[in-house]
């Protein structure tokens, strides 16, 4: 089975279940983060959400009065998108597609906007060409805002380390590829995707998001959490931070 092939399994196997597992404190600060960089990185018009998955950044956009085209690879996540627009009265603002990051169905220069949240495009085997698709699409001087999996994530790091699994320690520090329960992901380094995207022409800023939280714990936050947050609002951009998030956070404008 290709990796594409998993993927679209995966996540056809997850949709009925994908908006109530990843629904915690910690996510809701990272989707708090992620929407308000959104709307400061956005100008009005049409935008193009890569891997929309149940719609929450295209219906947050939508309600914004932005013109939203979602894009996902599976078609349960499209249907339950889809029933999600129609409750919420977008059908004017929204539409959806099912289409591959690789191979985008739409003309050069057509969109005034990019966004691809949650790690999609950590998701992408063939990420130089989904890459140069986001070029190909976005207006010059338009911005693209994504999230990927960081390699050195820091909470990860530290897990791992204090619970002595070394094999996936090994397996970190050789690979940038793992694969688990059949889902397929890439994990770049802060220098890796910034080279990666100022080698096919855009102009780059890298941020962290979850510098140290774990997105993965359904409990209500510890109260020193809430520090956390703050401490990660005022060092985002900032070096050596910005490295060490479990997503890195990346605007980029199309010179």
Not at 66 to 81: F, L, N, P, T
Not at 174 to 182: M, R, S
Not at 190 to 204: A, D, I, Q, R, Y
């Amino acid at each position: 089975m290709s990796h594409t092939t998993s993927i679209v399994k995966y996540y056809e196997d997850l949709a009925d279940n994908y908006d109530n597992r990843f629904d915690n404190q910690r996510l809701e600060y990272m989707r708090s983060v992620e929407n308000r960089v959104l709307l400061n990185s956005l100008k009005p018009g049409l935008i193009l959400d890569i891997g929309c998955g149940t719609g929450e950044q295209t219906l947050f956009l939508a309600q914004k009065d932005y013109q939203v085209i979602g894009v996902d690879i599976s078609g349960e996540m499209i249907r339950i998108a889809k029933d999600r627009v129609n409750n919420a009265g977008l059908n004017d603002k929204v539409s959806l597609i099912l289409a591959s990051a690789e191979a985008l169905p739409f003309k050069d220069n057509c969109v005034d906007g990019l966004i691809s949240i949650f790690g999609v495009y950590s998701h992408v085997p063939n990420i130089n060409i989904a890459i140069q698709e986001i070029y190909r699409v976005l207006h010059n001087g338009s911005l693209a805002v994504i999230t990927v999996v960081n390699r050195w994530n820091l909470t990860w790091w530290v897990k791992t380390i204090l619970n002595a699994k070394g094999r996936w320690l090994l397996h970190a520090l050789t690979n940038k590829e793992y694969t688990l329960n059949g889902l397929w992901t890439y994990y770049f380094s802060k220098s890796e995707l910034s080279n990666m995207l100022k080698n096919n022409g855009f102009k780059v800023s890298i941020g962290c998001l979850l510098l140290l939280l774990y997105p993965h714990n359904n409990r209500k936050l510890y109260f020193y959490e809430k520090f956390f947050m703050r401490f990660e609002d005022k060092v985002r951009w900032l070096f050596p931070f910005n490295s060490l998030g479990y997503y890195h956070l990346a605007v980029f404008e199309k010179k």
